[in-house]
């Protein structure tokens, strides 16, 4: 599925004090249209109370829905929120438009490490307010999703800080999910000289100069001078983020893994029914592909076949032709898929069909909808019966 930013959010960071044992950071606040990162300082053997604000972007109600990832609960803990019904790790609730909300926390360090929060935060428009002001732009708004990165370090009575946390980010235009894939990324990663350990899984790191020194699981870096590393990450279902590199002597973790795809195909299990769906040209879901390790012949058949067309995965693609799917020279496999017309994404309507193939003896169901209209699609559908 296409993933699309959209955001206008507003963070605030605010803290206060609790006792005589605690300690505040100054406030900021940020308005960004991809993902927000928070820095905060606490001391060891202090507890930071801190919180931040989070504005509905829309101009209708909201429903949001929070899910958070938190590094080290012992050290860090959410204690209440404005923001709905507060559960073991996300929170929902509803938000009138432009209204804020808070999510309150404690920071309580015992050593030089670094701890964070990464909240994913969905906001959907409550489908009465939506209803009652059904514009295109607000459906094409239906969905704002936002990433929040809150980085806490900590800093002891002689003014030294715990390490920064390096982001090693995957942006790969395309993620095959349910089968291994190798992603590769490169970047000048800037470590106290020290000895690290590379503990995330399926992760491969190669120096590319020598500064840095690799082998096996084990990080040289030979200098505080930045290094350039090559990542290749080997996996089937890309994590959001995840610890990939410590410190050997510390154990403070100094790097973190972050995958963001522009498109993401999910890889079939033979046989299973496609299912295909277009809002306004644009897939509404995951896109759906199989791959083979041999040539075959193919035919669409049913009422709707002109509806539909195979076509070639834009990785590791196979040949297709009207009538067969072949393997390009070289190669032990590859992928197709298959989508409507260009045609049928234009016009609204539900369609079936079967495609088969006498090579493999494998008929599948292939249902697929447009949604042209989307205006119309909402009135009829989606605001008849109001939740």
Same mark, same amino acid.
């Given at each position: ?8 959010l ?20 940020t ?8 820095s ?6 202090k ?31 959410i ?11 996300y ?16 920071f ?31 459906i ?22 715990s390490?920064?946390i390096?982001?090693?980010a ?7 999910l ?31 100069d ?5 082998? +096996?699981? =084990? &990080? %040289?870096?030979l200098? /505080?001078?930045?290094?350039n590393?090559?990542?290749? #990450? ?7 983020n995840?610890?990939?590199?410590f ?28 299912y ?11 896109i ?19 509806k ?10 196979c ?21 409507l ?19 493999? +003896?494998? =008929? &599948? %169901?292939i249902?697929? /909808? ?7 699609? #909402?009135?009829?559908?989606m ?5």
């Amino acid at each position: 599925m296409k993933k699309f930013l959209c955001i206008a959010l507003l963070i605030s960071v605010i803290a206060g004090c609790a006792d005589d044992n605690s300690t505040n950071s100054g406030g900021a606040s940020t308005t960004t249209d991809e993902v927000v990162t928070i820095s905060n300082e606490a001391e060891i053997g202090k507890t930071a109370d801190l919180s931040f604000t989070l504005k509905n972007p829309h101009n209708v109600k909201a429903n949001i829905y929070i899910l958070f990832n938190i590094t080290d609960q012992a050290k860090l803990q959410i204690k209440d929120t404005t923001c709905g019904t507060l559960s073991p790790n996300y929170i929902d609730g509803p938000l009138e438009a432009g209204q804020e909300c808070t999510i309150n926390y404690t920071f309580a360090p015992n050593d030089l490490s670094t701890e964070m929060i990464f909240l994913n935060i969905a906001y959907e428009k409550n489908r009465t307010a939506l209803c009652n002001n059904l514009t295109l732009d607000n459906i094409k708004t239906n969905n704002i999703n936002s990433k929040v990165k809150v980085i806490n370090y900590t800093k002891d009575i002689n003014g030294n800080k715990s390490p920064n946390i390096e982001e090693i980010a995957f942006k790969p235009d395309y993620a095959l999910l349910g089968k291994n894939k190798t992603y590769t990324t490169t970047k000048k990663v800037s470590f106290d000289a020290g000895t690290y350990n590379i503990n995330a899984p399926d992760l491969t790191v190669k120096a590319l100069d020598s500064n840095c020194k690799v082998s +096996g699981s =084990t &990080l %040289d870096v030979l200098n /505080s001078n930045a290094c350039n590393l090559e990542f290749s #990450y080997n996996i089937s279902m890309p994590p959001y983020n995840t610890y990939a590199i410590f410190n050997s002597d510390t154990k403070n973790y100094v790097a973190n893994i972050t995958f963001e795809a522009k498109w993401e195909y999910i890889l079939l299990s033979t046989p299973s029914p496609f299912y295909i769906q277009y809002i306004n040209g644009i897939p509404s879901n995951k896109i759906q592909t199989v791959n083979t390790n041999s040539s075959m012949d193919y035919k669409l058949e049913g009422a709707d076949a002109s509806k539909f067309q195979v076509i070639s995965a834009p990785f590791d693609g196979c040949t297709v032709t009207s009538t067969n799917i072949n393997l390009p020279q070289g190669k032990s496999e590859c992928y197709y898929t298959i989508d409507l017309t260009d045609d049928a994404k234009q016009t609204d309507g539900n369609y079936t069909a079967q495609i088969s193939s006498t090579t493999t +003896g494998v =008929t &599948l %169901d292939i249902n697929g /909808s447009s949604i042209a209209n989307t205006l119309e699609y #909402y009135k009829n559908n989606m605001c008849s019966a109001k939740p």
